[in-house]
T-cell receptor, first 115, second 109 residues
Framework: ETGVTQTPRHLVMGMTNKKSLKCEQH?????MYWYKQSAKKPLELMFV???????ENNSVPSRFSPECPNSSHLFLHLHTLQPEDSALYLC??????????????FGEGSRLTVL | SQQGEEDPQALSIQEGENATMNCSYK?????LQWYRQNSGRGLVHLIL?????REKHSGRLRVTLDTSKKSSSLLITASRAADTASYFC?????????FGKGTRLHILP
């Protein structure tokens, strides 16, 4: 079992659907992140949570709604998405926000396809 | 804004050869990290080099850092088929880690 678990691994949804991505980390970390990875583009940081509090929102459209009920769980709620939102969504965690090294531990990702 | 930029974008080499990937960045950093990503999977941290270090080794990996040129290189020696993946450099500064677009490495049998 990896330290960071993402579900579902694959998701296909219509533009009018509402779905959620889930991330759980078993590493005792305090910071969690959502990244978007599209073809031929650098990883895009979407949201950062530190001790359950959102510390960064990188101008992400409101159709993406994050939720962090505790330091181990992170959700990304999706509604009225666009086809260009199709991408691999990666969750990551780190021991602290910033800290000495900033090393990130990633989940396997959720491949999202918006029809 | 993008910080690290890898070069080349894609690289194909024969198994057993060495693979070298380069990363350039724009501003000062606390450290630089290299990650690997197998197709459609998550990223895995490989190695970290601090701004006051010039070279670091981990198994078949060798990383160099030249802060005067704002560049780093990742060398994979004696490549194996399992090394086929995308490799990303990431710069860390002010609590932020920023990734480049990556180098796609393909090891030919």
């Amino acid at each position: 079992e990896t330290g960071v678990t993402q579900t579902p691994r694959h998701l296909v949804m219509g533009m009018t659907n509402k779905k959620s991505l889930k991330c759980e980390q078993h590493l005792g970390h305090n910071a969690m992140y959502w990244y978007k990875q599209s073809a031929k583009k650098p990883l895009e940081l979407m949201f950062v949570y530190n001790f359950k509090e959102q510390t960064e929102n990188n101008s992400v459209p409101s159709r993406f709604s994050p939720e962090c009920p505790n330091s181990s769980h992170l959700f990304l709620h999706l509604h009225t998405l666009q086809p260009e939102d199709s991408a691999l969504y990666l969750c990551a965690s780190s021991q602290f926000l910033g800290g000495d090294t900033g090393e990130l531990f990633f989940g396997e990702g959720s491949r999202l396809t918006v029809l | 804004s993008q910080q690290g930029e890898e070069d080349p974008q894609a690289l194909s080499i024969q198994e057993g050869e060495n693979a070298t990937m380069n990363c350039s960045y724009k501003t000062s950093i606390n450290n630089l990290q290299w990650y690997r990503q197998n197709s459609g999977r998550g990223l895995v941290h490989l190695i970290l080099i601090r701004s006051n270090e010039r070279e670091k080794h981990s198994g078949r990996l060798r990383v160099t850092l030249d802060t005067s040129k704002k560049s780093s290189s990742l060398l994979i020696t004696a490549s194996r088929a399992a090394d086929t993946a995308s490799y990303f450099c990431a710069t860390y500064r002010d609590d932020k880690i920023i990734f480049g677009k990556g180098t796609r490495l393909h090891i030919l049998p």
